[in-house]
T-cell receptor
Framework: DAGITQSPRHKVTETGTPVTLRCHQT?????MYWYRQDPGHGLRLIHY???????DKGEVSDGYSVSRSKTEDFLLTLESATSSQTSVYFC?????????????FGEGSRLTVL | GESVGLHLPTLSVQEGDNSIINCAYS??????FIWYKQESGKGPQFIID?????DKRQGQRVTVLLNKTVKHLSLQIAATQPGDSAVYFC?????????????FGTGTQLKVEL
């Protein structure tokens, strides 16, 4: 499982509230990613990080922010959750050697925004 | 675990038969093409990848074929087993300094009938 832990695994919240999802890894991976998975859309990249304090936007970054203050943690924040952000969120990592497309994914965090 | 109620194209095969899962991709500039497997309640798991300058690559019980002329990718699974039941995603990767920023397809549900 590449040492990835996502928390919380399940969360129900109300529209307008802030939410933070945490991805923790124990294997010193350089690259970390946040994806969301929705019916009919597959997985879409939200944000990614290529090192401590180095982050960039993905395909569907609006309404999300991220932070990476240390190698092992990559946080995804919804400043004011909306119902359209109800989804399953996956964190993924890549070591950065021999880029081919192999990512290791966490078990996912299911977020429901009422 | 996490799962998404996906309304996906479904391929049903008998145990022991060969399976062929197809994918059309969009970006002719992609450097790598990748197949992932996602079991119910889990994150996607890397199966095999192929570089854009190749047209075939074999792994253990799996073969990936790439036809760049028609932008088509396929995954062949030999002697399909019940444990192969899952959702299969193809993905494209354009190598950049940002590591593996993959673009995923919407997935195909493989059901193995006993």
């Amino acid at each position: 499982d590449a040492g990835i832990t996502q928390s919380p695994r399940h969360k129900v919240t109300e529209t307008g509230t802030p939410v933070t999802l945490r991805c923790h890894q124990t294997e010193n991976h350089r690259y970390m990613y946040w994806y969301r998975q929705d019916p009919g859309h597959g997985l879409r990249l939200i944000h990614y990080s290529y090192g401590v304090k180095d982050t960039d936007k993905g395909e569907v970054s609006d309404g999300y922010s991220v932070s990476r203050s240390k190698t092992e943690d990559f946080l995804l924040t919804l400043e004011s959750a909306t119902s359209s952000q109800t989804s399953v969120y996956f964190c993924a990592v890549h070591q950065g050697v021999g880029n081919t497309g192999e990512l290791f994914f966490g078990e996912g965090s299911r977020l429901t925004v009422l | 675990g996490e799962s998404v109620g996906l309304h996906l194209p479904t391929l049903s095969v008998q145990e022991g038969d060969n399976s062929i899962i197809n994918c059309a991709y969009s970006n002719s500039a992609s450097d790598y093409f990748i197949w992932y497997k996602q079991e119910s309640g889990k994150g996607p798991q890397f199966i095999i990848d192929i570089r854009s300058n190749m047209d075939k690559r074999q792994g253990q019980r799996v073969t990936v074929l790439l036809n760049k002329t028609v932008k088509h990718l396929s995954l062949q699974i030999a002697a399909t087993q019940p444990g192969d039941s899952a959702v299969y995603f193809c993905a494209e990767n354009i190598l950049t300094g940002g590591g593996n920023k993959l673009t995923f397809g919407t997935g195909t549900q493989l059901k193995v009938e006993l």
